[in-house]
């Protein structure tokens, strides 16, 4: 099963950006935990700070992969054309923050593009990724020679 952990604007940075908030390690070193921990996933990774490379990968993948975990950054409470980019697409989508949204700024506590996701998870720093990645193993059959 491919799964895309899709990363928007700023989240390059993790590790250096504001680690009392999004903690001291950068997504290229938690990777290979994630990749070790659910091997029965091909783990697919891509970042932009560009909301066009974003609809570009949603609409790339999102009606063959088997899901997506999307952590859209500041584009969560801003960005119009993501929500209709995942309302468009077959993946269902998981929402992803590392921060705990409805602590933060009253402008963060909106996500734009929650509705037209499965599910969201914020607040639990890399973790976050590990829970929506687990909701996407429950809908992994578990009998042989049962077929997506």
Do not use: W
């Amino acid at each position: 099963m491919q799964i895309l952990l899709l990363n928007g604007p700023n989240l390059n940075l993790l590790g250096r950006r504001e680690p009392g908030i999004y903690g001291t390690r950068s997504f290229d070193d938690f990777l290979p935990e994630l990749q070790e921990a659910f091997p029965q996933f091909e783990l697919v990774y891509f970042q932009s700070n560009h909301e066009g490379e974003l609809l570009d990968k949603l609409h790339e993948v999102g009606f063959t992969y088997h899901g997506i975990v999307f952590n859209a950054g500041g584009y969560t409470h801003t960005s119009v054309a993501l929500a209709d980019a995942i309302a468009a697409i077959a993946a269902p989508v998981v929402e992803v923050h590392l921060s705990n949204l409805h602590a933060r700024e009253e402008f963060r506590q909106k996500s734009l593009i929650g509705r037209n996701c499965v599910g969201s998870i914020s607040g639990f720093k890399l973790d976050s990724y590990r829970l929506a990645l687990h909701y996407f193993d429950g809908l992994r059959p578990k009998r042989v020679g049962f077929k997506i």
